[in-house]
């Protein structure tokens, strides 16, 4: 059963996600997209203040979206993407060897000025490694179909 704006409580928390960081990722990313050198190479990671290879914050965010979108779409919930992102902290660093989850709780909604037929969710989500260490935290909008009973 698909779930809408109508169905989604203020206040609800939801626990989500499992993502293994792995070191071929963390570099093959950080190639592509933040080729910093404490994402590239052992070496040079050690003598940082990260002391080791680390995955970039972005790899970090993209990482939790992946974890989002699967649940959005395990919750069969009438997504319709996001305008976009109030709020993004990295926390703590986030290593080759980590395990990520999310939770992401609602903190308001309303129905749309301009659309009638979408509902804006405000939340926020937080992502820790498997220590329950907090390594990000993002505060956004989401946009839903309403159901229109």
Known sequence: ???YYEDIEVGVTHKFGSYDVTREEVIEFAQKY???IFHLDD???AKTYFGR???SG???AAMTMRMMVD???MDKQASLGSPG???LQWKQPVYPGDTLRCER???SKRISKSRSGMGLLYGIVKTYNQHNELVMVMESTGLISVRGD
């Open 53 to 55: 290879l680390s995955a």
């Open 34 to 36: 933040d080729p910093q």
């Open 105 to 107: 709780e609602t903190l």
């Open 1 to 3: 059963m698909m779930k």
């Open 58 to 60: 972005w790899h970090t």
């Open 43 to 45: 070496e040079a990671a």
């Open 85 to 87: 992102v109030e709020k």
């Open 71 to 73: 649940h959005l779409n």
